[in-house]
């Protein structure tokens, strides 16, 4: 009987063994890879920015959907959905916090506040774009616990200049009525999103750079954006055969000097845990810590020594210390409670603001009362040259701009030709939201004002949001531009080696999102109207019950005048009885 049971659990592990081997097998050879990285840079402030990126390739067509019936390091459920709803190129993310340009110079992605969407649909679709953006939307929304549900067709809009596909696309989807485009401002990001984005990566947060993904640490920190982003790559270059490239991607910005008083840092402080393990799925898995200031900013040292260096920019002489992942012993003794980079400053400065970049933007709201108001942005060219830009308003219907207001004011007297075309889709009552969209010419040295001025809807009882007196959101407006390499712009390795070695880099700037407050009606009112009319009620109920259910009977008063004290009492308080 032993022997009976002792052959039957040797043919289970032969079969476990076999099937582990091929499963190995087919992962090895299989048509995608797996790749991350953490990118740290120290800024003038004294703060610290960390972005993560974890970028998948799958060589397939995007536009194959027998392909997408079987994954490996590609997420099932997104893949699904690309599928379900023909998406070509998707661009996603979650954002608390607004990007200091001024001070921190431009960041390696840009997001605006809240939840911000962007889809290119295939041309060949078997459905029709409106309906196919409203079940993408749905099914995200569920995906990632957002509330993307609420992007209907009063927040989305189709702009043909300010976006342009940013993987490999054909001259057919250029076109940009295949373009849709929503932002919800007022969306808040928590743990709830975190959660299903990170079970998305191949190692989920089990190990490699993920494992650094502590709730607590992630959002208390000054600035916090994780996107989605997905879009076709060339494999050749001649571009015959694309595949697709999924990039999740973790920006946040830290102060080290409020938690610990020093710019000192060391991963285990900054995210509660160190790196135990790497990911065994990733092709490569590295840290880089940009030293390019290390010398400007007082000088520092790094804890341990790092692997190599690699060039920030082809064209620039700074560098990347950088960390791989991969050449760490693990089980040695050093390292049995894991990687934790420190970076350690040799002495003590007093932080200011950060170089001043060559675009600078800042955007706020006017007016009195309830009535009536104005938008104004101002753009600052603090560059030696003229800079060409693309700028986007997108403003809710329920403010109706007056187009007799746009004005664009440069401080250049001398200007000529600073606006170079406009196009403006005007809004339509809870239909349609309003669409600016401008090609302008920033003098050198100089700050442009762009104005437009909004009257104030009314709105029905049933279309104020909670918390109404709160106020309502005018989404960041974009400038799009064309910067020369600068300094004060971050490019990644993985990044900057899928992109053209050239000088000019695509730079987008998002502004300040604006609170403007709506007439609002008195929420209160029916509250107060319903304990009013419940006292009304219940007063004319007890009245009308008594006279109509209380039994009156003749007494006389001379019995009861000689009846006892006792007796009076308990005759108020028992009923009469009935002779």
């Known amino acids: 009987m032993q022997r009976k049971h002792f052959l039957s659990l040797y043919i289970i592990l032969v079969i476990l063994q076999f099937t582990s081997q091929f499963m190995l097998v087919d992962s090895i050879t299989s048509n995608d890879h797996y790749h991350e990285e953490l990118v740290l840079k120290p800024l003038a402030t004294g703060h610290l920015y960390a972005h993560f990126q974890f970028t998948t390739y799958w060589h397939v067509d995007i536009a194959n959907k027998d392909a997408f019936k079987h994954f490996n390091l590609f997420p099932k459920p997104l893949g699904q959905i690309l599928s379900r ?17 001024n001070w921190w110079g431009y960041p390696i992605l840009s997001s605006p506040p809240g939840a911000e969407l962007s889809v290119w649909f295939a041309a060949n679709m078997s459905q029709s774009i409106d309906s196919a953006w409203s079940g993408l939307t749905n099914a995200l929304s569920g995906l990632f616990c957002a509330s993307l ?20 696309s054909s001259e057919k989807n250029l076109n940009s009525s295949r373009l849709r485009y929503a932002v919800l401002t007022r969306e808040t990001i928590c743990t709830e999103n975190l959660t299903p984005w990170k079970k998305l990566l191949p190692c989920d947060a089990k190990a490699g750079l993920s494992v650094l993904f502590h709730s607590l640490a992630l959002y208390n920190v000054n600035y916090h954006s994780m996107g989605v982003h997905v879009r076709p790559f060339c494999k050749t270059k001649d571009c015959k055969s694309s595949g697709v490239e999924l990039k999740q991607t973790l920006s946040l910005v830290f102060n080290p000097i409020i938690h610990s008083g020093s710019r000192d840092w060391n991963l285990e402080n900054l995210f509660s845990k160190a790196i135990p393990s790497v990911c065994p799925l990733a092709t490569t898995s590295k840290i880089f810590v940009d030293i390019s200031n290390n010398k400007t900013y007082g000088g520092f040292v790094l804890k341990p020594l790092p692997h190599s260096l690699a060039p920030v920019k082809p064209t620039n002489p700074d560098f990347y210390a950088v960390y791989d992942l991969n050449r760490i012993d693990f089980d040695k003794p050093y390292a049995s409670h894991g990687f934790n980079l420190a970076m350690e400053w040799l002495k003590l400065e007093k932080y200011g603001r950060g170089l001043n970049p060559p675009l600078d933007t800042h955007r706020y709201a006017t007016g009195l009362g309830d009535e009536n108001g104005g938008i104004r942005t101002r753009i600052y060219n603090h560059d030696e040259r003229d800079i060409n830009i693309l700028y986007m308003e997108v403003v809710p ?9 746009f004005e664009v004011l440069c401080s250049k007297k001398s200007a000529q030709n600073v606006l170079l075309n406009r ?5 339509k009552d809870r239909s349609r939201p309003y669409l600016l969209e401008l090609a302008l010419r920033l003098p050198a040295k100089s700050s442009t004002t762009i104005k437009i001025d909004f009257q104030r809807a009314f709105l029905k009882w049933t279309e104020h949001p909670p918390d109404a007196h709160h106020g309502f959101y005018i989404s960041s407006a974009i400038i799009t531009t064309v910067l020369l390499n600068d300094a004060n712009t971050t490019v990644p390795p993985l990044m900057a080696s899928n992109r053209n070695h050239d000088k000019e880099v695509i730079t987008r700037l998002y502004t300040e999102a604006l609170l403007v407050t709506l007439p609002t009606p008195d929420f209160s009112m029916p509250f107060i109207v319903i304990c009013l009319t ?8 007890g009245s009308i019950h008594n006279l109509t259910t ?11 005048k000689k009846q006892s004290i006792f007796n009076r009492l308990i005759s108020l308080v028992l009923p009469f009885k009935k002779k």
């Open 85 to 101: 709803y023909d998406v070509e190129e998707l661009h996603f993310s979650l954002t608390q916090g607004l990007w200091r340009h």
């Open 149 to 168: 549900n609420f992007i209907d067709s009063t927040t989305t809009v189709s702009p043909a200049w300010s976006f342009r596909p940013e993987g490999a």
């Open 397 to 405: 219907w329920f403010f109706r701009l007056y187009l007799h207001t």
């Open 423 to 427: 196009r403006f889709i005007p809004g």
């Open 534 to 541: 419940s006292t009304v009620v219940a007063i004319a109920f």
């Open 550 to 560: 209380r039994q009156y009977q003749l007494k006389n008063i001379e019995d009861i």
